[in-house]
C-alpha cells in the first residue's frame, strides 16, 4: 500500500540520515539517497517501477542478515530490486515506527561509514 503522503515521509526520512555525522543527500538511479564519505548507505523509494510500495533500503551485514530480517518479519522487510544481491533490505514505510526505522539507517550508516566516523 502506498503511502499517503510520500513527501511527509521523505522528509522525516531525510531528518533521520541527515542527523548522521558527514552525511548528504544526492540522487541516484532517478530516487533521494543518503551517503557517507562518497558510499551509500540509504536509498528512499516510493512505488519504484510500480511496486506499490514506500521504503527505504538499508544495507545489512550481508545476506545472512538480509534473509533473517526478512523471514521474521516479511511485512516490514523486503528484497529491493537490484539491491538485494548485495545484502540491502527494503523498510516498509506505510506504517513506520521512526524509532527502529532510525535504528536501521544509523546501523547501515555504520557499515558505509569510514572507521574514524564509527565509534563503538
Known sequence: MLSPDPEVVLARLRGVALALA??????????????????????????HHGDGMTVVCVKTSGRDEQEMLIEAEPALFSRPAYLWP????????????WEHVAGRVAASWRLAAPKRLVRD
Open 22 to 47: 558527514e552525511t548528504d543527500e544526492v540522487v541516484s538511479h532517478g530516487v533521494p539517497a543518503f551517503r557517507v564519505a562518497g558510499k551509500m548507505f540509504a536509498y528512499f523509494r516510493h512505488d
Open 86 to 97: 548485495s545484502g540491502w533490505v527494503g523498510m516498509s514505510l506505510a506504517r513506520p515506527d
